[in-house]
């Protein structure tokens, strides 16, 4: 978090779709939230896609495993309606089992296809050590499978050829967006959005035993990739590594 060469994010125009692509409800909003409420804001159409239904989270054992799976798709639903977004998928897998497969990597680029996104937003494959529950291991699965799907297999005739049959066209994503990367190197400056992204993540009530708490963590956190991005004090900040158009 101290790269003195971070850029500042290009924003696709209005119009453009996005799809973000993570394990669990709430780590879209914990990661970027602010990013995408300034997406939707501008006019660009943005796309959920949760793997999991999040059933091992929350510390509350009067609450069912699958009680909690109700509760968590309810809860980012909420979160992504503060947000500006829509259009919530959920694969239902069971959290803590994900790890890159064939299958998996079959059901993102379903996904890619049928919302044809300019930009995909997924999680790290690599490890963060400075920040390890950024580094849950349905993280490292999803973002290696997600990225698995983009390259090379969305934009490939050739890769799960059923899939024609299905009306389901190859389809060539230009620029991915990575969150909780080690090194990242674009920012966005979300001073203005920070309280939304608080309100998107207190609708996740199951996982947040403690508001404040959590508001000074994360306000922790945008003020050091803040720093990071050389802005002036008392500003924030979502990072990313970007994979852009030349490397996809």
Not at 78 to 89: F, L, P, T
Request: glycine fraction near 4%; proline fraction near 6%.
């Amino acid at each position: 978090m101290t790269s003195p060469l971070l850029t500042p994010l290009e924003l696709p125009k209005p119009g453009s779709k996005v799809l973000a692509i993570t394990a669990h409800p709430d780590d879209i909003d914990f990661g970027a939230a602010a990013t995408i409420a300034r997406l939707t804001k501008n006019g660009v159409d943005v796309t959920y896609c949760i793997t999991t239904d999040g059933h091992q989270g929350g510390e509350d054992e009067s609450i069912s495993r699958e009680e909690m799976r109700k509760i968590r798709r309810k809860e980012q639903l909420e979160a992504a309606s503060v947000v500006g977004v829509k259009d919530v998928i959920y694969l239902g897998k069971d959290d803590g089992s994900i790890f890159p497969s064939l299958s998996l990597r079959e059901e993102f680029v379903k996904v890619i296809r049928k919302v044809k996104p300019d930009v995909l937003i997924t999680q790290s494959p690599e490890r963060n050590w400075a920040r390890m529950p950024a580094s849950h291991p349905d993280h490292l699965a999803v973002g290696e499978t997600a990225i698995q799907a983009v390259y090379p297999d969305a934009r490939n005739k050739f890769a799960f050829p059923h899939l024609l049959k299905e009306g389901l066209l190859p389809w060539n994503v230009s620029t991915i967006w990575v969150l909780s990367h080690h090194s990242p190197t674009h920012y966005l400056e979300i001073t203005d959005l920070f309280e939304t992204k608080i309100e998107a993540l207190k609708k996740h009530v199951s996982q947040i035993p403690n508001v404040q708490e959590m508001t000074d963590r994360v306000r922790s956190w945008l003020s050091m990739a803040a720093k990071a991005a050389q802005l002036e004090e008392n500003k924030l900040a979502e990072m990313f590594f970007e994979i852009g158009r030349a490397h996809v």
